[in-house]
């Protein structure tokens, strides 16, 4: 999974980009966004080389409008070129379950379990 992530290039951005667990907004519909918010310098970014059902098995999708996926999410990147970066690692909150881990060491984490199943 990478991402083409428009921000500042400057030291306070440089910086945040080497930290883990960057706090973000994630939306997916037919694309994958992620932005930074304040109080972090402005970003977005749109995600490729990602899976829905591989997203779906590991967050569970809300009910309802434009967005299968809209929450709070926590990633660390390495840089590629330019703009590019892979994510190594992120993560969806979800209010009914609490954080689902999508992407560990660069690759898709296990699948969740979110329900029970009936018998």
């Known amino acids: 999974m990478e ?3 428009r921000i500042a ?3 306070v951005t440089s910086s945040l980009l080497e ?3 960057i706090p973000c907004i994630c939306r997916v519909a037919g694309e994958f966004e992620i932005d930074f918010a304040s109080p972090l310098p402005d970003a977005h970014g749109v995600v490729s080389n990602w899976d829905r059902t591989k997203l779906n098995e590991r967050a569970p999708a809300g009910a309802g409008g434009k967005y299968t996926h809209y929450c709070f999410g926590k990633l660390s990147l390495a840089p590629i070129e330019g703009d590019k970066y892979r994510v190594l690692s992120l993560s969806f909150f979800n209010r009914t379950v609490g954080w689902c881990p999508i992407i560990i060491d660069g690759d898709y984490g296990p699948v969740g379990s979110f329900w029970d199943e009936e018998e």
Do not use: V
């Open 3 to 5: 991402i083409e992530l």
């Open 9 to 11: 290039k400057n030291l």
């Open 19 to 21: 930290q883990q667990d």
